[in-house]
């Protein structure tokens, strides 16, 4: 496509941003007495600490998996099952307990609905499989998902981790984002691969981040995207997700329904669950749309797919910062990079190819908004993009009349410039 190049700058901040976000937004190997990879620390059978370690993970999926009235098998062997409404983690909180649904929010202006997509984006919903009204889909997490988890403990959440002021990390990225002013939202569309994950612990995301907070231990973000982690979901599709922290991963947040805290109103959507069809190389691209904004009127985060569909809320006591307002929205790919053999991983961002192959064969983002103070949805003003590894993964940004603001993004990982 026809587009008129913008130069971009990179402020001397953001390297303090993207290298926390590398060491802070993934699941990564750390073995431990809790670790589902036991025998790599201890080679020792120990039968009473596997027994207690299989008691406290029965023990929570008790907690996270709740009584369905209709139970799917999807076709890549997910169990979805719809659940009441009101039985959902979310309010298992005891702010949230005993609430009502709330009402659909005020949409930004601006949001144009008229473009409607199809919701049965997701594999397991293909066969015209549906939950009934009332009820909202959930994967059901197995035992074999959490033994596969580096901490049975902190399963569905990202680790701890300390700010590092360099790129020292086992994270990379290749994102757009902007900062210095007051967010409400942000809105953007993204296409949709499968890109190959060269070992279990490593990932490799698409994702938007609405960000407020410092760098320490009280950052808040609020996270959605697509994603392929094996160690999360135990195979290579990719899979819708979101995220959220008051803490900077320390102590709250999870993944999708993992815990108390993301409220879900729809019932045609499962989070987590995976996404078809997906893009292909100098064939058809899938993209998708997605819509984070805080409601006017009682200030929850809410999140919306594609043109009109609402998933949910994130429920504004959940954070602190975010309470008010986002300080930074960030866009873009991240891989894990474990140098497995003391090489650059060949896990791939998004297509696997570099930014300046273009539509068709790179990766995108395109039409990128933010929400303002006034609830309007707004071109972004200051866009900047940077990569943390070029040679491994690039990206290129520029403006044209059809996508607004937009980049392409990613590439192969290990390559002759990537050793």
Request: charged letters at 15%.
């Amino acid at each position: 496509m026809a587009s008129s190049s913008t130069c971009f700058q990179t402020s001397p901040i953001i390297p303090i941003f993207v290298s926390f976000l590398l060491v802070s937004s993934s699941i990564c190997p750390v073995l431990s007495s809790e670790s589902g990879n036991l025998h790599a620390t201890n080679q020792t059978f120990r039968p009473e600490q596997e027994l207690q370690k299989l008691r406290i993970i029965r023990q929570h999926l008790k907690k996270i998996n709740k009584p369905a009235v209709k139970t799917i098998q999807s076709p890549d062997g997910d169990i979805i099952d719809c659940v009441l409404y009101h039985q959902q983690p979310a309010f298992d909180h005891p702010i949230l307990r005993g609430q009502k649904p709330m009402d659909p929010p005020e949409r930004p202006n601006g949001h144009n609905i008229n473009e409607m997509v199809a919701v049965d984006f997701q594999l397991w919903s293909l066969p015209g499989e549906s939950c009934p009204e009332g009820t909202i889909p959930i994967r059901r997490t197995t035992e074999q998902d959490m033994l596969r988890a580096s901490s049975v403990s902190r399963f569905g959440r990202k680790p701890r981790r300390h700010v590092r002021k360099d790129f020292s990390s086992d994270h990379e990225h290749a994102v757009g984002y902007v900062t210095g002013e007051q967010y409400y939202g942000a809105k953007a569309s993204m296409n949709v691969w499968a890109p190959r994950v060269a070992n279990q612990y490593e990932f490799s995301l698409s994702q938007m981040w609405v960000i407020s907070g410092s760098f320490g231990g009280d950052l808040n973000t609020i996270e959605a995207g697509w994603q392929v982690s094996p160690e999360l979901y135990g195979d290579n599709y990719p899979r819708f997700f979101t995220y959220w922290t008051n803490d900077a991963y320390q102590a709250t947040g999870c993944y999708n329904l993992l815990c108390s805290g993301f409220v879900q109103t729809n019932n045609r959507i499962a989070i987590g669950a995976a996404i078809s069809p997906t893009s292909s190389y100098n064939g058809g691209q899938f993209d998708i749309s997605l819509l984070v904004w805080k409601d006017p009127k009682h200030g929850n985060w809410w999140l919306e797919f594609g043109s009109g569909i609402l998933v949910g809320y994130w429920p504004s006591f959940l954070f602190t910062h975010l309470r008010d307002h986002a300080s930074m929205v960030q866009f873009g790919g991240e891989t894990v990079n474990s140098r497995a053999g003391g090489f650059h991983t060949s896990t791939q961002m998004g297509s696997g190819h570099f930014a300046e192959e273009g539509f068709g064969k790179a990766s995108y983002f395109r039409n990128l908004q933010v929400v303002d103070w006034d609830n309007n949805l707004i071109p972004l003003s200051n866009l900047r993009v940077t990569a943390d590894n070029p040679n491994c993964y690039d990206i290129q940004g520029g403006i044209n009349r059809v996508w607004g603001n937009y980049f392409y993004y990613g590439g192969p990982g290990r390559n002759v410039k990537c050793p």
